[in-house]
């Protein structure tokens, strides 16, 4: 039993550093937003949409892998032991995800780039357990 809630807790904290860093982009973005002319992406119909855009794109392309860098760090703070092999491990996850996302309609591609850290870091998190080595017991 102890060994299952441990998991658990481990994939849940795994997916909350997930979510955190891509609340991160999501905020950066809007910060980002901030420092473009308005009069350049903002339009009479569609308000400053255009201007959110712009700083989403800024903001995935070097955004996406400052947060892969910063997963390892994140996820030993949330309690995820070993966090290296997780944070290394959900990598390959991201890129497919992005692959499969950049493929999707525009309400699919959004909701997998959001999620996609919330995807990736349980699943590695998983495979990092299934692929452990069992913890040796010193002799008697």
Known sequence: ???????GRRLFAAGL???ALATLLVVAAFVTARLYPEDRYCGHYTGCLG???AAMQLVWDA???????????????V???PAWPVALLAV???IVTWCVALESPFVTRLAL?????VIAYPVAAWLATRFRPPRRRPPP
Request: hydrophobic share 50%; proline share 5%.
């Open 92 to 94: 390959p996850v991201l």
């Open 17 to 19: 550093a997930g979510l």
């Open 51 to 53: 201007q959110l855009a």
């Open 113 to 117: 780039l959001l999620c996609s850290g």
């Open 79 to 81: 309690g995820v032991r």
């Open 63 to 77: 955004g996406r892998w400052v947060a892969v860098v910063l997963a390892w760090p994140l996820l030993r703070c």
């Open 1 to 7: 039993m102890g060994d299952s809630t441990q998991g």
